[in-house]
């Protein structure tokens, strides 16, 4: 079964770091590429970033650039986002996803989603 498991949300105050893990199971990261993912309340899911499957290349979105850093553990086969100098309009639920587009481009659909994960920012 191809799935993706994410853990690390939760409450933190404007300012703090949190790191959101996204361990994928059934397929191998090393093959697809990878896009975080979040959607605030009461707003539209909108990409956070996005990771190349042939190149490792990671691309942020404006707002979390220069704060928010993707890395990838081989070994465990796991991707973590981890954000940094997060201010109360990061809060949002995040999500990881995978697609096996192979490109040295974002993809353009992920048909791999994790479960989603919480992240509450306070002021």
């Known amino acids: 079964e191809v799935r993706l498991v994410e853990s690390g949300g939760g409450l933190v105050q404007a300012g703090g770091s949190l790191r959101l893990s996204c361990a994928a199971y059934?397929?191998?990261?090393?093959?697809?590429?990878i896009g975080w993912f979040r959607q605030a309340p009461g707003k539209e899911r909108e990409g956070v970033s996005c990771?190349?499957?042939?190149?490792?290349?990671?691309s942020y979105a404006t707002a979390v650039k220069g704060r928010f850093t993707v890395s990838r553990d081989n070994a465990k086969n796991t991707v973590y986002l981890q954000m940094n100098s997060l201010k109360p309009e990061d809060t949002a639920v995040y999500s990881c996803?995978?697609?096996?587009?192979?490109?040295?481009?974002?993809?353009?659909?992920?048909?791999?989603w994790g479960q989603g994960a919480e992240v509450a920012v306070s002021s």
């Open positions: 996803a995978a697609s096996p587009f192979y490109g040295t481009t974002c993809a353009s659909s992920y048909p791999v």
């Open positions: 990771t190349s499957s042939a190149d490792g290349h990671t």
């Open positions: 059934g397929f191998s990261f090393d093959d697809y590429a």
